[in-house]
């Protein structure tokens, strides 16, 4: 696994798979791989590293512009630790990317400072 970039972005690079950071961008891929709400990547988040998106780089064809959005990925507080949450779109389970995925999300956890280190999250009204 490789890390790089800001501190706030986080660049995950497997054998097979690249995960980055959930942009704007990503709304319409989402919507199109029916990304159910609770693995939405742009809904709000107390994950230090925000939602992600798991792609496939090298796909080619006329939809693949770069890397492909084949799933996403985050993290939820459980406890003193961070526990990484996975979703693949169902074309793309079942071929052992799902393993990697989670491998490259639990180096990434073990990085991240456990949740009741970070300060809190000031709310506005």
């Keep these: 696994m490789r890390r790089c970039a800001k501190e706030s972005d986080v660049f995950i690079r497997?054998?097979?798979?690249?995960?980055?950071?959930?942009?704007?961008?990503?709304?319409?891929?989402?919507?199109?791989?029916?990304?159910?709400?609770?693995?939405?990547?742009l809904r709000a988040s107390d994950s230090p590293v925000g939602g992600l998106v798991v792609t496939m780089p090298g796909v080619r064809g006329p939809d693949a512009h770069g890397a492909k959005v084949i799933g996403t990925a985050g993290f939820e507080a459980a406890r003193h630790e961070w526990q990484p949450r996975l979703w693949l779109a169902p074309s793309w389970r079942h071929l052992g990317l799902f393993a990697e995925a989670e491998d490259s999300l639990a180096l990434l956890a073990a990085q991240l400072p456990p949740p009741n280190a970070l300060p809190p999250v000031l709310v506005a009204a």
């Excluded at 942009?23 to 693995?39: C, G, K, M, Q």
């Design 14 to 41: 497997s054998e097979n798979l690249f995960v980055r950071p959930a942009w704007p961008e990503d709304r319409a891929t989402l919507a199109r791989l029916a990304v159910p709400s609770r693995h939405d990547p």
